[in-house]
């Protein structure tokens, strides 16, 4: 399933931290904001692990994009809304 990661962090070793992580995982389609296609369980542990790294006050979000919403979904510049893939790369 696709998820959408968007944080607000004010400090800038964490949020330095937390977007490595998201981006290792993912893609950033906006300052602050990540589309990445994972399992649930995968979602939950990202989440788990940015939590961390998160002081008081710090705010992260995360959103389930289901199929059928992913294919309504639209975008206008930056990277293409991450698709599911039906192959493994080695």
């Known amino acids: 399933m696709l998820y959408v990661y968007a944080y607000d962090i004010a400090s800038e070793r964490a949020r330095r931290r937390v977007s490595a992580l998201l981006e290792r995982h993912g893609t950033r389609v906006q300052e602050s904001v990540f589309e990445i296609r994972v399992t649930r369980q995968g979602a939950e542990r990202l ?44």
Do not use: C, H, N, T
């Open 47 to 90: 989440l788990a692990a940015a939590d961390r790294e998160m002081a008081p006050g710090d705010r992260l979000r995360m959103y389930a994009v289901p199929e059928d919403g992913r294919k309504l979904s639209r975008q206008l510049g930056g990277a293409p809304i991450a698709e599911a893939q039906e192959f493994w790369l080695l």
